[in-house]
DNA sequence: TGTCATGTTGGTCGAGCGTCCAAGACGCTG
DNA sequence: CAGCGTCTTGGACGCTCGACCAACATGACA
């Protein structure tokens, strides 16, 4: 095979260990089954990377930071509260139903990290990382609506992340893409109904326990 | 070891198997593990079981079972709306810290099957179970409370769903109970918004007996 | 008592796995 | 040209896995 340096062959090893996960599963993906789909002698593996769980660790943090810049560019654009929502809820949804197998390894990992002794901390800033891009996205939207959250943003995104992980999860299964755009809507009304006038107060740090939001 | 008839080592395989998911996970319970868990010989498995899957089969029905009568149990009771919804909530809540084990199974059995051939209907057939008591707790809590649900009742069990599936998850993540159990608050909050005044028409036996249930 | 279905046991087989290594091939530099 | 770091390669090791089997033990029933 042609000479290559050890960091570019990397680079191909990770993209086709993603693409065997993607086709086969994360279990599948053993060392000889990504080799294979890269088309490279199996002794070219423990050249480039020390271990199995290397490639995965590298793997799994590709995948967030992936879904993490994705997510970004969906909460772009302007419009009013209502609209920014809508059209980020439908942006998430349009990569689930496009790239359906990339958010099922995504939990794949999520489940391998948890029990893999060492990744533990992996998982944790995978999900660490999401609802942290939630948080900036919803104090976001509320500055540029002039409205303020009636739930602590934290509380917020953490619930707005659990949604969309549960709706893509049941969709994964049953492929009911009509009601689960549905919860969306529906999650999407909710939201809005937790937008509420400003108080007069500087952005500095709000001292945050609302006793009772809602009704 | 002491003779015993193969449809009760089956039973005892069967719950040595769950624990061992429990505790080292889905793709630890190898044959051995599991017989080893149940202090069996090695020869016994295939006698009670044609396959690895049979049984990882019956383990899953047995989970799904488990949780739907579960599910059942935490909504029995009276009160108004408001009360059955956060009582129903915290039950289920309580569940997934006392038992984090079994949630976490539960997702490694949904992804194991989605990806297994032959055990795709398996997946469908748990969310379908779960959704399905979810659709009757609602519609009996809306029929006990005199209202209708502002939002068609397969979507609203589709939502409650898929927030439980991804709160739990994301505590099995960071167990984060405080910020998770907020959540749940603002969720059922949710719920009790989209109940509304039943509009006249034929619902069933009762006719609104009370006029205003929740505050 | 002898028969036979039923249950028990330890060992073994072939496949697949992660990992490692010796031997060679390449290509830059002096 | 020779030297040397970098890359390439096929094979091999030790292990675990699901599955299988021949031989034996048990106990109900005739």
Redesign the pocket.
């Known amino acids: 095979?042609?000479?290559?340096?050890?960091k570019d062959?990397r680079e191909e090893l990770i993209a086709a260990a993603q693409r065997v996960m993607i086709r086969d599963g994360v279990t599948k993906a053993?060392?000889?089954?990504i080799v294979n789909e890269a088309k490279?002698?199996?002794?070219?593996?423990?050249?480039c990377f020390?271990?199995?769980?290397e490639l995965l660790q590298e793997v799994l943090t590709r995948f967030t930071d992936a879904t993490v810049a994705a997510a970004r560019k969906m909460f772009e654009g302007e419009g009013d509260l209502g609209s920014r929502i809508t059209r980020s809820l439908s942006a998430f949804w349009g990569t689930v139903e496009l790239n359906p197998g990339e958010h099922q390894v995504s939990y794949e990992l999520t489940h391998y990290a948890l029990r893999q002794a060492g990744f533990e901390d992996l998982a944790r800033r995978q999900y660490q990382h999401y609802r942290e891009v939630h948080e900036e996205l919803l104090a976001e939207a509320a500055e540029a609506a002039g409205i303020e959250w009636a739930v602590p943003v934290p509380v917020l995104a953490r619930y707005l992340n659990s949604v969309l992980d549960g709706v893509t999860l049941s969709w994964l299964v049953d492929r009911d893409s009509e009601h689960s755009q549905e919860v969306l809507r529906l999650t999407g009304e909710h939201l809005l109904t937790l937008a509420r006038e400003r108080t007069r107060q500087a952005a500095g740090p709000s001292p945050a326990a609302e006793p009772s939001p809602a009704s």
């Not at 095979?1 to 050890?6: F, G, K, V, Y």
């Not at 490279?40 to 050249?47: A, D, E, I, K, S």
């Not at 020390?50 to 769980?53: Q, V």
């Open positions: 095979m042609s000479r290559m340096a050890a062959r053993t060392t000889r089954a490279m002698p199996l002794g070219v593996f423990h050249y020390s271990s199995r769980e």
